[in-house]
C-alpha cells in the first residue's frame, strides 16, 4: 500500500488500523504491561497487539519504559485532540439526530 506524502492521512491510516484506538485509549491512564495491555483490549491477539504497539512506537506515540508501553507527550496530545473530535462528534450526532427528527414530521 502506498502511504500518503499528506500528514493528515498517514495519521489516519495509523489511527484506522484495528485495535489502534483501543490500544491508545487504555494507556491514556499511564504505563502498563503487555499482559494488562492485551487483557485490557480483551479479544486482541499478542501477535496483532505487538504489530499495533510497533506502530505506536514508530510514530513517537507509545514508548516502552521499565513500567511497560506508555504514552509519550506526542500521544498524550493525540489523546486530547481525540477527546476535542469526540466532543465535536456529541454536537454533530444531536445536530443531526435532531434535524432527522424534524424532518420526519
Known amino acids: 500500500m502506498a502511504r500518503s506524502s499528506q500528514p493528515i492521512?498517514?495519521?489516519?491510516?495509523?489511527?484506522?488500523?484495528?485495535?489502534?484506538?483501543?490500544?491508545?485509549?487504555?494507556?491514556?491512564?499511564?504505563?502498563?504491561?503487555?499482559?494488562?495491555?492485551?487483557?485490557?483490549?480483551?479479544?486482541?491477539?499478542?501477535?496483532?497487539?505487538?504489530?499495533?504497539?510497533g506502530t505506536l512506537r514508530d510514530a513517537g506515540f507509545v514508548a516502552k519504559e521499565p513500567e511497560g508501553y506508555a504514552l509519550t507527550p506526542m500521544g498524550l496530545e493525540l489523546g486530547r485532540q481525540l477527546l476535542a473530535l469526540g466532543d465535536w462528534a456529541k454536537t454533530w450526532s444531536a445536530r443531526r439526530d435532531g434535524g432527522n427528527a424534524a424532518g420526519a414530521d
Not at 484506538?21 to 495491555?37: A, H, K, S, Y
Open 9 to 53: 492521512m498517514q495519521l489516519l491510516e495509523i489511527i484506522g488500523q484495528r485495535w489502534t484506538l483501543r490500544i491508545l485509549w487504555e494507556l491514556r491512564d499511564g504505563p502498563m504491561t503487555f499482559r494488562v495491555l492485551r487483557a485490557r483490549c480483551e479479544d486482541v491477539s499478542p501477535t496483532v497487539l505487538n504489530q499495533r504497539l
